[in-house]
């Protein structure tokens, strides 16, 4: 079957219904197909990413294979917390009552490379 070329037939944008030239028009795709609408270059939206999700690479690693935990000091794992208000009890009786806080400085050495 053979169509006539139509150099000079006008054709209206399914968008927003202005006449444009035919040839001007163009096919709006959807998920790589064409969805049937013709449109003004104003009108036409490229084929979003969002919507090739069976074609584009969507993995992302989050964990690493075979990993080297830290080995240090066991000074560096350790967790301290301190609760006074409340008449919270510990180990070593009231914290309300006969409070001592004491604390230590250390060095900290970084290497970056």
């Not at 197909?33 to 036409?44: H, I, M």
């Amino acid at each position: 079957m053979a169509y006539a070329r139509g150099k000079k037939a006008l054709g209206a944008c399914d968008r927003c219904g202005f006449t444009y030239k035919l040839k001007e028009l163009y096919y709006e795709v959807q998920d790589s197909s064409r969805n049937g609408l013709r449109v003004c270059s104003d009108c036409f939206d490229k084929d979003h990413p969002q919507l090739k999700l069976g074609q584009v690479k969507t993995n992302d690693p989050q964990a690493l294979f075979n990993p080297r935990p830290d080995t240090g000091k066991a000074q560096s794992t350790r967790y301290y917390a301190w609760n006074p208000i409340g008449g919270g009890m510990s180990q070593f009786g009231s914290s309300t009552m006969n409070l001592k806080m004491t604390g230590e400085l250390g060095k900290i050495e970084v290497s970056t490379s």
